[in-house]
């Protein structure tokens, strides 16, 4: 009893403070431990440099205030649209660019503050950078007092372009040494490979992105995620579905063990003579002590001589206890027809081909009225 009304009062305290409850998804402890170490070698280099090019000017800052808010995003969420090289680069510039016109043609700082940053949003629409920064470097160029109204156009290109030019730059650097990806890239559509006016397999069933455009459209929402970038999330999401139903099947209950291989050294022609005499379509290539290296498919060596290694390919591999459902994916990308089932010393405790998975799944379909 005690416990359950410690659950309520629990319950009750957390619906009470849920605005100030973070709600970025994917956001954990280490990333932003990772985003506080890059904001602060992108601001103090950026000051640094700046220092180093324009000396200690007593007219114009060294760093701008919205650079603080661009790390933020660059750092913290460097998947985001706004984040991205051009919307950082593009949009303070411009921005800052639109505050001073707007400082020197509307005598009233109350309309001049309301058109800048209005103008600010407008401008940066149309050149598809839109970056929140970019209003504060607006209302920067606006009241940011004498100096820097002194300064007229040259403020948006030195300090904000520039300020602007190596945080983005430096922002590379630091994510490519902490191997994140930046800028950020969607993955490229599913495509058919097979030369055909047919749709992808994968995109077949389920919903397609003019799905995601429509229900975009009836929520009137906008959303800081690419639609590329949600219709992965969306498939991902169904793949997590299918494996919390049926994650108890695992590679191991559906793989081949009886696998047929061929040396790294051994000749193609044994290779094409295994592939053809076993009605198989990949064959894992194996090294000295046995541990798998690659695989060979008669595209490889339809009309190839040599040894066997001088034609591999890169395997997919999997685990034994790794949810067959998983293999999806892999299995439908229309290049890979087998995955390896591996150890941690990569030798080979089996292979589950598209057949072997398409009998896994008829297993779960109920059979027809």
């Given at each position: 009893?005690?416990k359950?009304?410690?659950v309520?009062h629990?319950l009750?305290?957390?619906?009470r403070?849920?605005?100030?409850?973070?709600?970025?998804?994917?956001?954990?402890?280490?990333?932003r431990?990772?985003?506080?170490?890059?904001?602060?070698l992108?601001?103090?280099?950026?000051?640094?440099i700046?220092?180093?090019?324009?000396g200690?000017?007593?007219?114009?800052?060294?760093?701008?205030?919205?650079?603080?808010?661009?790390a933020?995003?660059l750092?913290?969420?460097?998947?985001?649209?706004?984040?991205?090289?051009w919307?950082?680069?593009?949009?303070?510039?411009i921005?800052?660019?639109?505050?001073v016109?707007v400082?020197?043609?509307?005598?009233?700082?109350?309309?001049a503050?309301?058109f800048?940053?209005?103008?600010?949003?407008?401008?940066?629409s149309?050149a598809r950078?839109?970056?929140?920064?970019?209003?504060?470097?607006?209302?920067?160029?606006?009241?940011?007092?004498?100096?820097?109204?002194g300064?007229g156009?040259?403020?948006?290109?030195?300090?904000v372009?520039?300020?602007?030019?190596?945080?983005?730059?430096?922002?590379?650097?630091?994510?490519?040494?902490?191997?994140?990806?930046?800028?950020?890239?969607?993955?490229?559509?599913?495509?058919?490979?097979?030369?055909?006016?047919?749709?992808?397999?994968?995109?077949?069933?389920?919903?397609?992105?003019?799905?995601?455009?429509?229900?975009?459209e009836a929520?009137?929402?906008?959303?800081?995620i690419?639609?590329?970038?949600?219709e992965?999330l969306?498939?991902?999401?169904?793949?997590?579905?299918m494996?919390?139903?049926?994650?108890?099947?695992?590679?191991?209950?559906v793989?081949?063990?009886?696998?047929v291989?061929?040396?790294?050294?051994?000749?193609?022609?044994?290779?094409?003579?295994r592939?053809?005499?076993?009605?198989v379509?990949?064959?894992?290539?194996?090294?000295?002590?046995?541990?798998?290296?690659?695989t060979?498919?008669?595209?490889?060596?339809?009309d190839?001589?040599?040894?066997?290694?001088?034609r591999?390919?890169?395997?997919a591999?999997?685990?034994i206890?790794m949810?067959?459902?998983?293999?999806?994916?892999t299995?439908?990308?229309?290049?890979?027809?087998?995955?390896?089932?591996?150890?941690r010393?990569?030798?080979?405790?089996?292979?589950?081909?598209?057949?072997?998975l398409l009998?896994?799944?008829?297993?779960?379909?109920?059979?027809a009225?």
């Amino acid at each position: 009893m005690i416990k359950n009304k410690f659950v309520a009062h629990w319950l009750a305290q957390k619906r009470r403070f849920r605005l100030f409850v973070p709600i970025l998804a994917g956001a954990r402890l280490g990333e932003r431990m990772v985003a506080c170490v890059g904001a602060l070698l992108g601001i103090a280099l950026t000051a640094l440099i700046c220092r180093y090019v324009l000396g200690q000017s007593p007219s114009l800052p060294l760093v701008v205030a919205p650079l603080g808010a661009s790390a933020v995003l660059l750092f913290a969420v460097p998947s985001s649209p706004l984040a991205q090289p051009w919307p950082i680069i593009g949009g303070n510039t411009i921005s800052a660019l639109i505050g001073v016109i707007v400082a020197r043609t509307v005598p009233d700082q109350i309309l001049a503050i309301g058109f800048g940053v209005s103008l600010a949003i407008a401008a940066m629409s149309f050149a598809r950078c839109l970056h929140p920064p970019g209003g504060a470097a607006a209302l920067t160029a606006i009241i940011g007092g004498p100096a820097i109204t002194g300064s007229g156009f040259v403020f948006p290109f030195v300090p904000v372009g520039l300020n602007s030019v190596l945080l983005v730059g430096l922002g590379l650097l630091f994510h490519r040494l902490a191997r994140r990806a930046y800028p950020h890239a969607p993955s490229p559509a599913p495509a058919n490979l097979h030369q055909t006016s047919d749709v992808p397999p994968e995109l077949r069933v389920g919903f397609r992105m003019a799905d995601i455009d429509k229900a975009l459209e009836a929520l009137h929402e906008t959303y800081d995620i690419s639609a590329d970038d949600l219709e992965k999330l969306l498939r991902q999401v169904e793949l997590q579905a299918m494996l919390r139903s049926h994650g108890s099947v695992r590679c191991g209950d559906v793989m081949s063990r009886d696998v047929v291989t061929i040396g790294l050294r051994d000749d193609v022609r044994l290779a094409r003579s295994r592939l053809l005499n076993h009605n198989v379509r990949t064959l894992p290539v194996v090294g000295e002590q046995g541990q798998l290296v690659g695989t060979i498919g008669l595209r490889e060596i339809v009309d190839a001589t040599g040894d066997v290694g001088a034609r591999l390919s890169p395997a997919a591999t999997a685990s034994i206890g790794m949810p067959a459902f998983a293999l999806i994916p892999t299995l439908t990308d229309g290049k890979t027809h087998a995955v390896i089932i591996i150890d941690r010393h990569r030798m080979i405790q089996g292979l589950v081909t598209q057949t072997d998975l398409l009998g896994a799944i008829a297993k779960l379909v109920p059979p027809a009225a």
